[in-house]
Protein backbone atom coordinates (compact mmCIF):
# COMPACT_ATOMS: atom_id res chain seq x y z
CA UNK A 1 0.00 0.00 0.00
CA UNK A 2 2.78 2.14 0.90
CA UNK A 3 3.88 1.85 -3.00
CA UNK A 4 0.82 3.44 -4.51
CA UNK A 5 -0.66 5.95 -1.86
CA UNK A 6 -3.52 7.37 -4.72
CA UNK A 7 -4.28 3.97 -6.31
CA UNK A 8 -5.57 2.52 -2.29
CA UNK A 9 -6.43 5.81 -0.86
CA UNK A 10 -10.29 5.82 -0.25
CA UNK A 11 -12.44 7.86 -2.61
CA UNK A 12 -16.20 8.41 -3.53
CA UNK A 13 -18.26 8.37 -6.66
CA UNK A 14 -21.55 10.39 -6.11
CA UNK A 15 -23.05 8.77 -3.01
CA UNK A 16 -20.88 5.67 -3.19
CA UNK A 17 -17.71 6.03 -0.78
CA UNK A 18 -14.98 2.74 -2.16
CA UNK A 19 -12.23 1.94 -0.59
CA UNK A 20 -10.14 2.50 -3.33
CA UNK A 21 -9.63 3.87 -6.76
CA UNK A 22 -9.63 0.86 -8.73
CA UNK A 23 -12.64 -0.52 -10.82
CA UNK A 24 -13.24 -3.03 -13.32
CA UNK A 25 -14.07 -1.24 -16.51
CA UNK A 26 -17.05 -2.43 -18.24
CA UNK A 27 -16.62 -5.79 -20.48
CA UNK A 28 -19.15 -6.91 -22.58
CA UNK A 29 -19.43 -10.95 -22.57
CA UNK A 30 -22.40 -11.69 -24.38
CA UNK A 31 -22.91 -14.69 -21.90
CA UNK A 32 -26.32 -13.86 -20.08
CA UNK A 33 -29.31 -16.08 -21.79
CA UNK A 34 -30.95 -15.14 -24.96
CA UNK A 35 -33.81 -12.76 -23.72
CA UNK A 36 -31.31 -11.47 -21.42
CA UNK A 37 -31.49 -12.82 -17.74
CA UNK A 38 -28.02 -13.40 -16.00
CA UNK A 39 -26.88 -16.77 -15.62
CA UNK A 40 -25.13 -18.43 -12.77
CA UNK A 41 -21.69 -18.43 -14.44
CA UNK A 42 -21.50 -14.44 -14.60
CA UNK A 43 -22.25 -14.66 -11.01
CA UNK A 44 -19.36 -16.60 -10.47
CA UNK A 45 -17.34 -14.23 -12.56
CA UNK A 46 -18.49 -11.32 -10.98
CA UNK A 47 -18.11 -12.32 -7.83
CA UNK A 48 -14.13 -12.49 -8.72
CA UNK A 49 -14.14 -9.38 -9.31
CA UNK A 50 -15.67 -8.91 -5.57
CA UNK A 51 -13.29 -11.09 -4.10
CA UNK A 52 -10.24 -8.65 -6.08
CA UNK A 53 -9.86 -5.87 -4.01
CA UNK A 54 -11.70 -3.61 -6.40
CA UNK A 55 -13.11 -0.29 -5.10
CA UNK A 56 -15.59 -0.95 -7.13
CA UNK A 57 -16.96 -2.56 -10.11
CA UNK A 58 -19.06 -1.26 -13.08
CA UNK A 59 -21.70 -4.01 -15.01
CA UNK A 60 -20.94 -4.83 -18.61
CA UNK A 61 -23.30 -2.92 -20.48
CA UNK A 62 -27.49 -3.81 -20.02
CA UNK A 63 -29.76 -2.88 -22.64
CA UNK A 64 -33.11 -0.83 -21.32
CA UNK A 65 -35.58 -1.66 -23.02
CA UNK A 66 -37.73 -4.73 -24.99
CA UNK A 67 -36.97 -2.94 -28.32
CA UNK A 68 -33.85 -1.51 -30.48
CA UNK A 69 -31.61 -1.28 -27.61
CA UNK A 70 -30.19 -4.49 -27.57
CA UNK A 71 -26.92 -4.47 -29.07
CA UNK A 72 -25.26 -7.98 -29.14
CA UNK A 73 -26.80 -11.29 -28.69
CA UNK A 74 -26.46 -12.36 -25.01
CA UNK A 75 -26.17 -9.37 -23.53
CA UNK A 76 -28.30 -8.86 -20.46
CA UNK A 77 -30.95 -6.83 -19.97
CA UNK A 78 -32.87 -4.60 -17.03
CA UNK A 79 -35.55 -3.89 -19.02
CA UNK A 80 -38.63 -6.11 -17.43
CA UNK A 81 -39.16 -7.77 -14.02
CA UNK A 82 -37.46 -11.10 -14.91
CA UNK A 83 -34.16 -9.37 -15.90
CA UNK A 84 -34.34 -7.45 -12.91
CA UNK A 85 -34.94 -10.19 -10.46
CA UNK A 86 -31.84 -12.05 -12.07
CA UNK A 87 -29.66 -9.29 -11.44
CA UNK A 88 -31.45 -8.38 -7.80
CA UNK A 89 -29.91 -12.30 -6.66
CA UNK A 90 -26.43 -11.20 -8.31
CA UNK A 91 -26.26 -7.81 -6.71
CA UNK A 92 -26.82 -9.10 -3.22
CA UNK A 93 -24.27 -11.69 -3.65
CA UNK A 94 -21.77 -8.72 -4.62
CA UNK A 95 -23.10 -6.86 -1.82
CA UNK A 96 -22.76 -9.67 0.50
CA UNK A 97 -19.03 -10.16 -0.27
CA UNK A 98 -18.41 -6.40 -0.10
CA UNK A 99 -18.27 -5.09 -3.20
CA UNK A 100 -19.89 -1.53 -4.69
CA UNK A 101 -21.95 -2.70 -8.21
CA UNK A 102 -23.23 0.09 -10.40
CA UNK A 103 -24.81 -1.01 -13.68
CA UNK A 104 -23.87 0.54 -17.02
CA UNK A 105 -27.32 1.58 -19.48
CA UNK A 106 -26.99 0.90 -22.85
CA UNK A 107 -28.56 1.61 -26.21
CA UNK A 108 -26.89 0.30 -28.99
CA UNK A 109 -28.52 2.49 -31.52
CA UNK A 110 -27.03 1.66 -35.58
CA UNK A 111 -24.50 -0.82 -33.86
CA UNK A 112 -27.04 -3.52 -33.45
CA UNK A 113 -25.81 -7.09 -34.62
CA UNK A 114 -28.27 -9.29 -31.95
CA UNK A 115 -31.75 -8.54 -31.02
CA UNK A 116 -33.83 -10.79 -29.53
CA UNK A 117 -36.58 -8.68 -29.07
CA UNK A 118 -37.37 -6.88 -32.92
CA UNK A 119 -35.57 -6.17 -35.97
CA UNK A 120 -34.34 -3.41 -37.30
CA UNK A 121 -32.02 -0.37 -35.63
CA UNK A 122 -32.94 3.33 -34.78
CA UNK A 123 -29.81 5.83 -35.15
CA UNK A 124 -30.14 9.69 -34.93
CA UNK A 125 -29.97 9.48 -39.09
CA UNK A 126 -30.28 6.67 -41.50
CA UNK A 127 -26.77 6.12 -41.84
CA UNK A 128 -24.80 2.46 -41.98
CA UNK A 129 -21.88 1.87 -39.21
CA UNK A 130 -18.33 2.29 -40.24
CA UNK A 131 -16.72 -1.14 -39.64
CA UNK A 132 -18.29 -4.47 -39.63
CA UNK A 133 -20.41 -6.77 -36.77
CA UNK A 134 -18.22 -7.69 -34.17
CA UNK A 135 -16.88 -10.99 -34.15
CA UNK A 136 -15.58 -11.41 -31.04
CA UNK A 137 -19.62 -10.23 -29.27
CA UNK A 138 -20.70 -12.99 -31.54
CA UNK A 139 -21.33 -11.13 -34.55
CA UNK A 140 -21.05 -12.40 -38.26
CA UNK A 141 -17.81 -9.84 -39.41
CA UNK A 142 -20.32 -8.66 -42.37
CA UNK A 143 -22.22 -4.99 -42.62
CA UNK A 144 -24.28 -3.49 -40.02
CA UNK A 145 -28.20 -2.85 -41.20
CA UNK A 146 -29.32 0.17 -41.89
CA UNK A 147 -30.80 1.79 -39.22
CA UNK A 148 -34.11 4.22 -39.47
CA UNK A 149 -33.69 7.99 -38.21
CA UNK A 150 -35.37 7.85 -35.11
CA UNK A 151 -38.64 10.45 -35.08
CA UNK A 152 -38.54 12.86 -32.18
CA UNK A 153 -41.48 11.18 -29.97
CA UNK A 154 -39.37 7.99 -30.20
CA UNK A 155 -36.30 9.98 -28.76
CA UNK A 156 -38.09 11.21 -25.18
CA UNK A 157 -39.80 7.35 -25.55
CA UNK A 158 -36.15 6.09 -25.58
CA UNK A 159 -35.17 8.39 -22.68
CA UNK A 160 -37.90 7.13 -20.42
CA UNK A 161 -36.71 3.48 -21.04
CA UNK A 162 -33.65 4.77 -19.97
CA UNK A 163 -35.13 6.50 -16.20
CA UNK A 164 -37.15 2.74 -16.02
CA UNK A 165 -33.89 0.73 -16.58
CA UNK A 166 -32.31 3.13 -13.83
CA UNK A 167 -35.24 2.87 -11.43
CA UNK A 168 -34.73 -1.09 -12.06
CA UNK A 169 -31.21 -1.25 -11.85
CA UNK A 170 -32.05 0.84 -8.46
CA UNK A 171 -34.71 -1.93 -7.38
CA UNK A 172 -32.01 -4.50 -8.23
CA UNK A 173 -29.94 -2.97 -5.52
CA UNK A 174 -27.06 -1.39 -7.61
CA UNK A 175 -25.14 1.10 -5.72
CA UNK A 176 -25.91 3.61 -9.17
CA UNK A 177 -26.38 3.60 -12.88
CA UNK A 178 -23.67 4.63 -15.10
CA UNK A 179 -24.98 5.73 -18.68
CA UNK A 180 -23.33 4.88 -21.94
CA UNK A 181 -22.61 7.87 -23.52
CA UNK A 182 -19.57 6.76 -25.15
CA UNK A 183 -17.81 3.88 -27.83
CA UNK A 184 -20.01 4.54 -30.72
CA UNK A 185 -23.88 3.40 -29.46
CA UNK A 186 -26.74 5.48 -29.53
CA UNK A 187 -26.10 8.42 -27.18
CA UNK A 188 -22.43 8.73 -28.72
CA UNK A 189 -24.20 8.87 -32.01
CA UNK A 190 -25.71 11.78 -31.55
CA UNK A 191 -22.61 13.15 -30.47
CA UNK A 192 -20.44 12.31 -33.68
CA UNK A 193 -20.93 15.03 -36.57
CA UNK A 194 -21.08 12.10 -39.20
CA UNK A 195 -23.51 9.70 -37.66
CA UNK A 196 -25.71 12.63 -36.76
CA UNK A 197 -27.07 14.59 -39.55
CA UNK A 198 -30.35 15.68 -38.24
CA UNK A 199 -31.61 19.34 -38.93
CA UNK A 200 -33.59 19.58 -35.45
CA UNK A 201 -32.67 20.64 -32.42
CA UNK A 202 -30.71 16.74 -31.88
CA UNK A 203 -28.10 17.62 -34.84
CA UNK A 204 -25.78 20.48 -35.88
CA UNK A 205 -23.91 22.67 -33.62
CA UNK A 206 -22.09 20.73 -30.53
CA UNK A 207 -25.06 22.07 -28.28
CA UNK A 208 -27.51 19.99 -29.82
CA UNK A 209 -25.40 16.85 -30.68
CA UNK A 210 -24.66 16.86 -26.95
CA UNK A 211 -29.07 17.66 -26.17
CA UNK A 212 -29.50 13.65 -25.92
CA UNK A 213 -27.13 12.83 -23.18
CA UNK A 214 -28.46 15.95 -21.12
CA UNK A 215 -32.31 15.22 -21.70
CA UNK A 216 -31.27 11.53 -20.28
CA UNK A 217 -29.24 12.66 -17.58
CA UNK A 218 -31.26 15.49 -16.41
CA UNK A 219 -34.31 13.13 -16.80
CA UNK A 220 -32.75 11.17 -14.85
CA UNK A 221 -31.88 13.22 -12.00
CA UNK A 222 -35.18 14.23 -11.60
CA UNK A 223 -36.62 10.60 -11.59
CA UNK A 224 -33.67 9.57 -8.63
CA UNK A 225 -33.01 12.33 -7.15
CA UNK A 226 -30.61 10.53 -4.30
CA UNK A 227 -28.92 7.65 -6.60
CA UNK A 228 -25.55 7.90 -8.04
CA UNK A 229 -25.64 8.83 -11.79
CA UNK A 230 -22.70 8.59 -13.81
CA UNK A 231 -21.70 9.35 -17.67
CA UNK A 232 -19.36 7.96 -19.87
CA UNK A 233 -17.69 9.66 -23.01
CA UNK A 234 -15.14 8.61 -25.41
CA UNK A 235 -13.79 10.31 -28.56
CA UNK A 236 -12.94 6.86 -30.09
CA UNK A 237 -15.66 3.72 -31.06
CA UNK A 238 -16.01 0.08 -30.92
CA UNK A 239 -15.79 0.72 -34.93
CA UNK A 240 -13.83 3.52 -35.23
CA UNK A 241 -10.79 3.80 -33.27
CA UNK A 242 -9.80 7.76 -35.30
CA UNK A 243 -12.46 9.94 -34.43
CA UNK A 244 -11.54 12.67 -32.58
CA UNK A 245 -14.15 15.55 -31.13
CA UNK A 246 -14.30 18.24 -34.13
CA UNK A 247 -13.37 21.49 -31.67
CA UNK A 248 -10.42 19.50 -29.98
CA UNK A 249 -9.94 21.42 -26.44
CA UNK A 250 -13.09 23.61 -27.40
CA UNK A 251 -15.72 21.04 -27.37
CA UNK A 252 -14.27 19.81 -24.00
CA UNK A 253 -14.28 22.75 -22.49
CA UNK A 254 -18.04 22.58 -23.37
CA UNK A 255 -18.70 18.68 -23.21
CA UNK A 256 -17.57 17.79 -19.86
CA UNK A 257 -19.03 20.99 -17.58
CA UNK A 258 -22.49 20.67 -19.62
CA UNK A 259 -22.90 16.70 -18.64
CA UNK A 260 -21.87 18.43 -15.09
CA UNK A 261 -24.37 20.68 -15.02
CA UNK A 262 -26.90 18.30 -16.37
CA UNK A 263 -26.66 16.55 -12.99
CA UNK A 264 -24.04 13.73 -13.57
CA UNK A 265 -22.27 12.79 -10.32
CA UNK A 266 -19.22 11.61 -12.04
CA UNK A 267 -17.31 11.62 -15.89
CA UNK A 268 -15.71 8.40 -16.58
CA UNK A 269 -13.80 8.54 -19.90
CA UNK A 270 -12.86 5.89 -22.30
CA UNK A 271 -10.23 5.84 -24.15
CA UNK A 272 -7.30 3.73 -25.07
CA UNK A 273 -3.96 4.88 -23.91
CA UNK A 274 -5.63 7.04 -20.87
CA UNK A 275 -2.72 9.01 -19.64
CA UNK A 276 -1.70 10.26 -23.22
CA UNK A 277 -2.49 14.21 -24.19
CA UNK A 278 -4.43 15.26 -26.26
CA UNK A 279 -5.69 18.07 -28.75
CA UNK A 280 -2.22 19.61 -28.55
CA UNK A 281 -2.72 20.18 -24.39
CA UNK A 282 -0.51 19.05 -21.70
CA UNK A 283 -3.44 16.51 -20.67
CA UNK A 284 -5.41 13.30 -21.51
CA UNK A 285 -9.40 13.50 -22.47
CA UNK A 286 -9.74 12.50 -18.67
CA UNK A 287 -7.37 15.22 -17.61
CA UNK A 288 -9.13 17.93 -19.18
CA UNK A 289 -12.81 16.38 -17.33
CA UNK A 290 -11.13 17.01 -14.55
CA UNK A 291 -10.05 20.44 -15.92
CA UNK A 292 -13.20 21.56 -16.83
CA UNK A 293 -15.33 20.30 -13.78
CA UNK A 294 -15.26 19.60 -10.23
CA UNK A 295 -16.48 15.75 -10.62
CA UNK A 296 -14.92 12.92 -9.92
CA UNK A 297 -13.37 11.32 -13.35
CA UNK A 298 -12.57 8.03 -14.14
CA UNK A 299 -9.25 7.21 -16.30
CA UNK A 300 -9.07 4.35 -18.54
CA UNK A 301 -7.27 2.81 -21.00
CA UNK A 302 -4.00 0.55 -20.58
CA UNK A 303 -3.72 1.89 -16.93
CA UNK A 304 -2.81 -1.77 -15.61
CA UNK A 305 0.52 -0.97 -14.97
CA UNK A 306 -0.13 -0.25 -11.62
CA UNK A 307 3.09 2.49 -11.76
CA UNK A 308 0.87 4.25 -14.06
CA UNK A 309 -2.11 4.14 -12.58
CA UNK A 310 -0.53 5.35 -9.33
CA UNK A 311 0.82 8.79 -11.85
CA UNK A 312 -2.73 8.85 -13.57
CA UNK A 313 -3.71 9.98 -10.09
CA UNK A 314 -0.99 11.73 -8.67
CA UNK A 315 -0.83 13.97 -11.59
CA UNK A 316 -4.50 14.85 -11.91
CA UNK A 317 -5.69 13.04 -14.91
CA UNK A 318 -8.21 11.32 -13.04
CA UNK A 319 -9.03 10.36 -9.24
CA UNK A 320 -9.90 6.71 -10.28
CA UNK A 321 -8.92 4.47 -12.73
CA UNK A 322 -10.96 1.71 -14.36
CA UNK A 323 -9.06 -1.09 -15.40
CA UNK A 324 -10.76 -3.47 -19.00
CA UNK A 325 -8.30 -5.81 -19.93
CA UNK A 326 -6.03 -6.39 -16.93
CA UNK A 327 -9.17 -6.85 -14.75
CA UNK A 328 -10.68 -9.74 -17.22
CA UNK A 329 -6.79 -11.01 -17.06
CA UNK A 330 -6.66 -10.97 -13.23
CA UNK A 331 -9.58 -10.74 -11.44
CA UNK A 332 -7.28 -10.05 -8.06
CA UNK A 333 -5.65 -6.88 -9.59
CA UNK A 334 -5.71 -4.74 -6.94
CA UNK A 335 -4.57 -7.57 -4.09
CA UNK A 336 -2.27 -8.38 -5.60
CA UNK A 337 -0.89 -4.81 -6.28
CA UNK A 338 -1.68 -4.09 -2.79
CA UNK A 339 0.63 -7.10 -1.55
CA UNK A 340 3.67 -6.82 -4.00
CA UNK A 341 2.66 -9.77 -6.10
CA UNK A 342 2.63 -9.74 -9.91
CA UNK A 343 -0.20 -9.99 -12.07
CA UNK A 344 -0.83 -12.13 -15.09
CA UNK A 345 -0.88 -10.40 -18.10
CA UNK A 346 -3.91 -9.96 -20.49
CA UNK A 347 -3.77 -12.29 -24.11
CA UNK A 348 -6.18 -11.67 -26.74
CA UNK A 349 -7.01 -15.30 -26.83
CA UNK A 350 -8.67 -14.73 -23.25
CA UNK A 351 -11.37 -13.01 -25.15
CA UNK A 352 -10.90 -14.91 -29.24
CA UNK A 353 -12.26 -16.20 -30.82
CA UNK A 354 -15.42 -15.07 -28.57
CA UNK A 355 -15.33 -12.46 -25.43
CA UNK A 356 -17.88 -14.96 -23.98
CA UNK A 357 -17.55 -16.35 -20.44
CA UNK A 358 -17.39 -19.90 -21.87
CA UNK A 359 -14.43 -18.83 -23.96
CA UNK A 360 -12.45 -17.43 -20.98
CA UNK A 361 -13.36 -20.26 -18.40
CA UNK A 362 -11.66 -22.56 -21.18
CA UNK A 363 -8.50 -20.64 -21.83
CA UNK A 364 -8.18 -20.27 -18.25
CA UNK A 365 -8.60 -24.03 -17.70
CA UNK A 366 -5.78 -24.64 -20.65
CA UNK A 367 -3.73 -21.99 -18.77
CA UNK A 368 -3.82 -22.52 -15.08
C1 LIG B 1 -14.07 -7.70 -24.04
C2 LIG B 1 -14.33 -6.24 -23.83
C3 LIG B 1 -15.63 -5.82 -23.59
C4 LIG B 1 -15.92 -4.46 -23.37
N1 LIG B 1 -17.20 -4.08 -23.08
C5 LIG B 1 -17.47 -2.79 -22.76
C6 LIG B 1 -18.77 -2.42 -22.30
O1 LIG B 1 -19.68 -3.24 -22.16
N2 LIG B 1 -18.97 -1.11 -22.00
C7 LIG B 1 -17.97 -0.18 -22.12
O2 LIG B 1 -18.19 1.00 -21.82
N3 LIG B 1 -16.72 -0.51 -22.52
C8 LIG B 1 -16.46 -1.81 -22.82
N4 LIG B 1 -15.18 -2.16 -23.16
C9 LIG B 1 -14.10 -1.17 -23.08
C10 LIG B 1 -13.42 -1.25 -21.70
O3 LIG B 1 -14.32 -0.90 -20.67
C11 LIG B 1 -12.20 -0.32 -21.63
O4 LIG B 1 -12.61 1.01 -21.82
C12 LIG B 1 -11.14 -0.65 -22.66
O5 LIG B 1 -10.87 -2.05 -22.68
C13 LIG B 1 -9.83 0.10 -22.40
O6 LIG B 1 -9.37 -0.15 -21.09
P1 LIG B 1 -8.17 -1.21 -20.83
O7 LIG B 1 -6.99 -0.72 -21.63
O8 LIG B 1 -7.93 -1.18 -19.36
O9 LIG B 1 -8.65 -2.55 -21.32
C14 LIG B 1 -14.87 -3.50 -23.42
C15 LIG B 1 -13.57 -3.94 -23.69
C16 LIG B 1 -13.29 -5.27 -23.88
C17 LIG B 1 -11.87 -5.70 -24.13
Partial sequence: MAQFPQLFSPGRLGRIPLSNRCLVSSLTRASATESGLVTEQMKQYYLEFAAGGWGGVLSEAIYIDEKYSQGYSFQPGLA?????EHWAGLVEAMHAAGAKFIAQLFHGGAVNQ??????GSIAPSAIVPKGVQISRYRGNNGPFQMPQEISRDEIFEVIESYVKAAQNAKAAGFDGVELHGANGYLPDQFLTSYTNQRTDEFGGSLKNR??????????????????TIGVRISQTKVNDLEYQWPGGDEDAKVIFPTLEKAGADYIHVAAH?????VFGTDRSLSGLAKRYTSLPVIANGKLHEPALAEQAIAIGEGDFCSIGKGALAD????????????TRSFVPDMISPYATLDNYYDWRSQHS
Avoid: C, M, Y
Fill in 80 to 84: NVSQT
Fill in 114 to 119: GNFWVS
Fill in 210 to 227: LRFHILILETLRKALPDF
Fill in 273 to 277: LGVTP
Fill in 331 to 342: PDWPNKVRSGQS
